[in-house]
């Protein structure tokens, strides 16, 4: 073909729609990405846009990936999946969930960044994305005397989670909740090394047909040993079975500041006091905002004698991210890239001497941004620490076995 006198020149690249790559992206989706009509909110909200590097366009990976364009994939790994984009979408678009869509193609198309394998095959042979043995996973109970759940015995399973049971921070935070469990006399049981991953991080990593696999196992696994009430120590795990286990589940989840809520609300449960202390309290994303949870955190701090709550300027369902959801736990961020050290100055502006959370992954955050920003008199604590700081007492003698538990 010959260029006309006078004409601008010819495109030698040319990007030419193709349907099957649209179907693909919409299989992939559930045909979510279809709704998104392109307005941008998502972006102008996404928490990125507070920190170094752009927020994520939304709407260009979806067009991106319609086109096939090299690279459109960088973008979906850097989602945390905290839902903030979706409280503003004016079109209800689940765009945690097309993200995650996107990344099982990101998968197909081998545009995963480096190391990401290495975490489902953790999974894979050790049964936990740390890559720990198996026959290591209830050391975190060393001395703890935690009986295996029995369902004659205990109304209550307590399911610690991967990163409470083989992180050192964490695993303090697993034997508060049993504390605080223990004082409310709570029958509960655990399985021991015999805990399966709940399938999170192979979800959150876009690797459904794995995490389809996994639910299904442990439905089974839990069926068989007679659980009909679990409460979690992480929201993440607690989010996983409420929200993506099915119909075939038949049990009850609580995250365990629910069911601490509840007891002191029962008065099975009493919290001594401190000293004239002030915290302020950070919502994670995944109760906040994915399960309309505020209450139960606050009302537990509410029972503590002597603390003074000060809420950050982004509280309950406008929190703010620590970075560590949608996998980004298993994946590098500069330092001048992570959201927790802004959450953190946040937090230190309060005045508050400790900043209190209820999620393993914020609290390993968190900790990272008080080292970052300098704000070394603020201390991260869980609410179940806290409330065994303040010391959790039986206010009865002897507490009915409840089947609410």
Same mark, same amino acid.
């Given at each position: 073909?010959?260029?006309?006198?006078?004409?601008?020149?010819?495109?030698?690249?040319?990007?030419?729609?193709?349907?099957?790559?649209?179907?693909?992206?919409?299989?992939?989706?559930?045909?979510?990405?279809?709704?998104?009509?392109?307005?941008?909110?998502?972006?102008?909200?996404?928490?990125?846009?507070?920190?170094?590097?752009?927020?994520?366009?939304?709407?260009?990976?979806?067009?991106?990936?319609?086109?096939?364009?090299?690279?459109?994939?960088?973008?979906?790994?850097?989602?945390?999946?905290?839902?903030?984009?979706?409280?503003?979408?004016?079109?209800?678009?689940?765009?945690?969930?097309?993200?995650?869509?996107?990344?099982?193609?990101?998968?197909?198309?081998?545009?995963?960044?480096?190391?990401?394998?290495?975490?489902?095959?953790?999974?894979?042979?050790?049964?936990?994305?740390?890559?720990?043995?198996?026959?290591?996973?209830?050391?975190?109970?060393?001395?703890?005397?935690?009986?295996?759940?029995?369902?004659?015995?205990?109304?209550?399973?307590?399911?610690?989670?991967?990163?409470?049971?083989?992180?050192?921070?964490?695993?303090?935070?697993?034997?508060?909740?049993?504390?605080?469990?223990?004082?409310?006399?709570?029958?509960?049981?655990?399985?021991?090394?015999?805990?399966?991953?709940?399938?999170?991080?192979?979800?959150?990593?876009?690797?459904?047909?794995?995490?389809?696999?996994? &639910?299904?196992?442990?439905?089974?696994?839990?069926? +068989?040993? #007679?659980?009909?009430?679990? =409460? @979690?120590?992480? /929201? $993440? *795990?607690?989010?996983?079975?409420?929200?993506?286990?099915?119909?075939?589940?038949?049990?009850?989840?609580?995250?365990?500041?629910?069911?601490?809520?509840?007891?002191?609300?029962?008065?099975?449960?009493?919290?001594?006091?401190?000293?004239?202390?002030?915290?302020?309290?950070?919502?994670?994303?995944?109760?906040?905002?994915?399960?309309?949870?505020?209450?139960?955190?606050?009302?537990?701090?509410?029972?503590?004698?002597?603390?003074?709550?000060?809420?950050?300027?982004?509280?309950?369902?406008?929190?703010?991210?620590?970075?560590?959801?949608?996998?980004?736990?298993?994946?590098?961020?500069?330092?001048?890239?992570?959201? &927790?050290?802004?959450?953190?100055?946040?937090?230190? +502006?309060? #005045?508050?001497?400790?900043? =209190? @959370?209820?999620? /393993? $992954? *914020?609290?390993?955050?968190?900790?990272?941004?008080?080292?970052?920003?300098?704000?070394?008199?603020?201390?991260?604590?869980?609410?179940?620490?806290?409330?065994?700081?303040?010391?959790?007492?039986?206010?009865?003698?002897?507490?009915?076995?409840?089947?609410?538990?």
């Amino acid at each position: 073909m010959t260029a006309l006198v006078g004409a601008p020149p010819l495109v030698p690249d040319v990007i030419l729609l193709d349907d099957d790559r649209w179907d693909r992206v919409l299989a992939a989706t559930n045909g979510e990405a279809a709704a998104c009509y392109q307005c941008g909110t998502c972006t102008a909200t996404c928490p990125w846009g507070l920190v170094a590097g752009p927020s994520i366009g939304v709407r260009s990976v979806i067009r991106e990936a319609q086109l096939g364009i090299d690279g459109w994939a960088d973008s979906v790994w850097r989602c945390t999946t905290c839902g903030a984009c979706e409280a503003r979408c004016p079109h209800q678009v689940p765009i945690g969930e097309v993200m995650l869509g996107l990344r099982s193609l990101a998968w197909r198309d081998q545009s995963v960044p480096s190391g990401l394998s290495n975490v489902l095959w953790d999974m894979h042979w050790d049964g936990n994305p740390w890559g720990r043995p198996p026959s290591a996973r209830s050391a975190w109970a060393a001395g703890l005397d935690i009986p295996r759940f029995d369902p004659a015995i205990h109304t209550t399973l307590l399911y610690i989670g991967c990163t409470a049971s083989y992180d050192r921070r964490a695993q303090k935070v697993a034997r508060a909740v049993v504390g605080l469990l223990r004082a409310a006399e709570v029958p509960f049981g655990t399985l021991g090394d015999d805990e399966p991953c709940c399938g999170d991080p192979a979800r959150s990593l876009g690797n459904d047909a794995y995490f389809a696999h996994m &639910a299904a196992a442990n439905t089974a696994q839990f069926e +068989a040993a #007679g659980v009909a009430n679990i =409460v @979690t120590v992480s /929201p $993440h *795990c607690y989010d996983t079975f409420a929200s993506h286990y099915g119909e075939g589940a038949r049990f009850r989840v609580r995250h365990y500041s629910q069911l601490a809520r509840d007891l002191i609300a029962e008065g099975r449960v009493a919290i001594g006091g401190l000293e004239e202390v002030s915290a302020t309290f950070h919502d994670p994303c995944y109760l906040a905002r994915h399960h309309d949870e505020t209450e139960a955190p606050r009302a537990v701090l509410a029972a503590i004698p002597g603390l003074e709550l000060t809420e950050m300027e982004r509280s309950r369902a406008d929190t703010l991210c620590c970075g560590g959801g949608g996998g980004r736990m298993w994946m590098e961020t500069p330092a001048e890239e992570r959201f &927790a050290t802004s959450r953190v100055r946040e937090a230190a +502006a309060t #005045g508050a001497s400790y900043l =209190v @959370t209820t999620c /393993p $992954h *914020c609290i390993s955050c968190l900790e990272d941004g008080v080292k970052t920003s300098g704000a070394q008199n603020l201390k991260v604590i869980d609410l179940a620490e806290l409330a065994m700081l303040a010391g959790c007492v039986s206010a009865s003698p002897s507490s009915p076995e409840a089947s609410h538990d």
